[in-house]
């Protein structure tokens, strides 16, 4: 049994969801966790069992090895600790958005691939039972042709260190920070966008309260109209995915199954059929994927370009917003010319 050695970095939220799916991994060691504020880092340490840095350098000074090294601080520090990790050598997990900007991005991306270490970037609804089952149904031809997509995604104005959320300079808002993950499973399931169209409530209210829609329309005819709220109480997400023989349904609120309902030639109108996806904890999924995937030398369900191509679309997105027009995205033809 080869065990991998996971040094985290950051123990806010996601830095304890890494650290804490870590400790519960066979063929893993939770090595350390690092932040800057040391009693942070050294509580979480404490209730996983293993030693806690203040800085990253600390940390792999005194420890013996480190194989993988997961980001879990804000955005903008991204590209600062998975340069360092790549040039250490150590394969990346690195917490969504990938950087705050796309030249930031392409910078990481091909800095870990020169360096010949593996980057992974935490888009993890691809992991969400309820998510993965509806792409099953799309793909299945159940539903028919897909048509239109409506999907919300929202809570409460996040709370973090130095309040940095609220810079929307560090943090992009929650068009880049929290309804990317819309964009990245949309992009999953229909193709590629070519046309962006966003409105937003910044700068119009009270800044810590943001509302955005955007509307996104797919290479292959989808239209999808996303939308993101840091504005209300209670997070919650829910989708429709329209095809022309049904419809497929989800909302967390209500805490039910997705629901497939297919149109029928009789007067007797929809016929709902449940689907029951697993109960599971898409984060330690999606992380146990990641080193799965470093052990076995083999491609992830989201890779780092998915990562970059998700930017792609929120930062158009925010571009609308700003010009208040709709943003062409590159088409195929110019894709390929670029490759």
């Given at each position: 049994?080869?065990?991998?050695?996971?040094?985290?970095?950051?123990a806010g939220t996601m830095g304890r969801t890494h650290?804490?799916?870590?400790?519960?991994?066979?063929?893993?060691?939770?090595?350390?966790?690092?932040?800057?504020?040391?009693?942070?880092?050294?509580?979480?340490?404490?209730?996983?069992?293993?030693?806690?840095?203040?800085?990253?350098?600390?940390?792999?000074?005194?420890?013996?090895?480190?194989?993988?090294?997961?980001?879990?601080?804000?955005?903008?520090?991204?590209?600062?600790?998975?340069?360092?990790?790549?040039?250490?050598?150590?394969?990346?997990?690195?917490?969504?958005?990938?950087?705050?900007?796309?030249?930031?991005?392409?910078?990481?991306?091909?800095?870990?691939?020169?360096?010949?270490?593996?980057?992974?970037?935490?888009?993890?609804?691809?992991?969400?039972?309820?998510?993965?089952?509806?792409?099953?149904?799309?793909?299945?031809?159940?539903?028919?042709?897909?048509?239109?997509?409506?999907?919300?995604?929202?809570?409460?104005?996040?709370?973090?260190?130095?309040?940095?959320?609220?810079?929307?300079?560090?943090?992009?808002?929650?068009?880049?920070?929290m309804i990317i993950h819309d964009f990245d499973y949309?992009?999953?399931?229909?193709?590629?966008?070519?046309?962006?169209?966003?409105?937003?409530?910044?700068?119009?209210?009270?800044?810590?309260?943001?509302?955005?829609?955007?509307?996104?329309?797919?290479?292959s005819g989808v239209i999808a109209h996303v939308e993101?709220?840091?504005?209300?109480?209670?997070?919650?997400?829910?989708?429709?995915?329209?095809?022309?023989?049904?419809?497929?349904?989800?909302?967390?609120?209500?805490?039910?199954?997705?629901?497939?309902?297919?149109?029928?030639?009789?007067?007797?109108?929809?016929?709902?059929?449940?689907?029951?996806?697993?109960?599971?904890?898409?984060?330690?999924?999606?992380?146990?994927?990641?080193?799965?995937?470093?052990?076995?030398?083999?491609?992830?369900?989201?890779?780092?370009?998915?990562?970059?191509?998700?930017?792609?679309?929120?930062?158009?997105?925010?571009?609308?917003?700003?010009?208040?027009?709709?943003?062409?995205?590159?088409?195929?033809?110019?894709?390929?010319?670029?490759?």
């Amino acid at each position: 049994m080869t065990m991998l050695n996971t040094l985290v970095i950051g123990a806010g939220t996601m830095g304890r969801t890494h650290a804490a799916a870590y400790a519960k991994m066979e063929e893993v060691t939770l090595a350390g966790i690092v932040d800057t504020d040391l009693a942070k880092a050294q509580d979480l340490a404490e209730k996983l069992g293993t030693k806690a840095f203040q800085t990253y350098e600390e940390a792999t000074e005194t420890l013996d090895a480190i194989d993988v090294v997961s980001v879990c601080v804000p955005t903008p520090v991204h590209k600062e600790y998975v340069m360092k990790a790549a040039d250490d050598n150590r394969h990346v997990i690195c917490e969504k958005p990938l950087a705050r900007s796309l030249a930031d991005a392409r910078e990481m991306i091909n800095y870990c691939q020169d360096k010949g270490v593996k980057l992974f970037v935490g888009h993890v609804v691809r992991f969400f039972p309820e998510y993965v089952r509806a792409k099953q149904v799309v793909d299945g031809g159940k539903i028919g042709k897909p048509a239109v997509v409506r999907t919300t995604r929202g809570g409460a104005f996040p709370m973090a260190s130095n309040d940095w959320y609220s810079d929307f300079n560090s943090s992009g808002g929650l068009v880049l920070d929290m309804i990317i993950h819309d964009f990245d499973y949309l992009r999953w399931c229909f193709g590629e966008v070519e046309r962006v169209y966003a409105k937003s409530s910044r700068n119009r209210v009270l800044e810590r309260l943001e509302y955005a829609l955007v509307t996104l329309r797919f290479e292959s005819g989808v239209i999808a109209h996303v939308e993101g709220t840091w504005a209300h109480q209670g997070f919650s997400t829910k989708f429709e995915i329209a095809g022309k023989e049904g419809i497929i349904e989800y909302d967390s609120a209500k805490v039910a199954p997705v629901v497939a309902s297919k149109k029928e030639t009789t007067s007797s109108g929809g016929v709902a059929v449940p689907e029951s996806p697993m109960k599971e904890n898409p984060y330690f999924t999606e992380l146990q994927h990641f080193i799965n995937c470093i052990k076995k030398d083999t491609k992830p369900i989201v890779s780092a370009e998915d990562a970059y191509k998700a930017m792609e679309i929120s930062l158009a997105a925010l571009e609308s917003i700003e010009i208040g027009k709709s943003v062409v995205l590159k088409g195929k033809k110019e894709r390929e010319a670029v490759q």
